[in-house]
């Protein structure tokens, strides 16, 4: 009879980890969120994306990224309900979101950005009161538009919102600075007007108190960061 009490085979510590589905790391992510997390030629790619392999391979098991609602991701519900394992993105680290699950160590900075369409008459932040101003709903870019005083327009995904500004829905869009770059490739007519310095961090998250899993996710940034990873992974998808 066999006796053995280990993994069988499998990787080291991946039993501990106690993965929704095993041999998986099963990860939620908003898509499309370019250049974080998209689908190009029918693959999904993205800086978020070459984050999960990395961590995934670290672990020993296959990555599976599910398109799940910003909302769900941002309000712990989709980890709480064990849709995933792991919520890869593009999220900002703030108190309201630590509250609801628990983040890795920050892995990119970013800030918000305004961009607006030819002829709004919007040059800055000052100006967005009362605008149409067009979000990703749930967003930090919602909260600070919100703030402001603009007349918000909520979209479901970053998408709809720069169709939205581009058919003349809304004035202007607020939404995270390295989002905007290629908003702005794909669509040369539209212009970032200014710089909102946030000072954002982004983090992935695990459901509240699996620090197993927490642990492993954060070794496998500081390995990244170690080796460069990180580094070419910021070179490659934010040109920064
Ligand atoms: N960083 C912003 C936030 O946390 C926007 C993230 C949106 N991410 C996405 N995959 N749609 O609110």
């Not at 394992?85 to 892995?107: C, K």
């Not at 990119?108 to 979000?135: K, T, Y």
């Amino acid at each position: 009879a066999c006796t053995s009490t280990g993994g069988g085979g499998e990787a080291a510590g991946e039993g501990e980890l106690d993965l929704i589905s095993p041999g998986t790391l099963t990860v939620c992510s908003d898509i499309p969120y370019a250049p974080f997390e998209y689908v190009e030629n029918g693959e999904t790619v993205g800086f978020d994306i070459d984050l999960v392999d990395r961590i995934a391979e670290d672990l020993g098991v296959e990555p599976n990224v599910i398109t799940t609602s910003f909302e769900a991701i941002e309000t712990g519900s989709a980890l709480d309900t064990d849709q995933c394992d792991l919520a890869a993105s593009g999220m900002t680290i703030n108190e309201e979101r630590e509250s609801v699950m628990d983040f890795s160590q920050p892995y990119v900075e970013d800030n918000l950005g305004l961009l607006v369409a030819p002829g709004s008459g919007i040059s800055g932040v000052a100006d967005i009161e009362g605008r149409r101003v067009g979000v990703q709903q749930a967003t930090t870019g919602e909260e600070f538009a919100q703030q402001n005083g603009a007349d918000v327009v909520q979209y479901e995904d970053s998408s709809l919102m720069i169709q939205g500004l581009n058919t003349g829905d809304v004035q202007a869009v607020v939404a995270n600075i390295s989002v905007a770059g290629p908003a702005i490739d794909d669509n040369p007519e539209l212009e970032l007007v200014e710089e909102i310095e946030t000072g954002e961090e982004l983090g992935l998250a695990v459901k509240t108190g699996n620090t197993a899993l927490l642990d492993r996710v954060n070794e496998s940034l500081a390995a990244m960061e170690e080796d460069g990873t990180l580094e070419e992974l910021k070179a490659e998808w934010l040109g920064s």
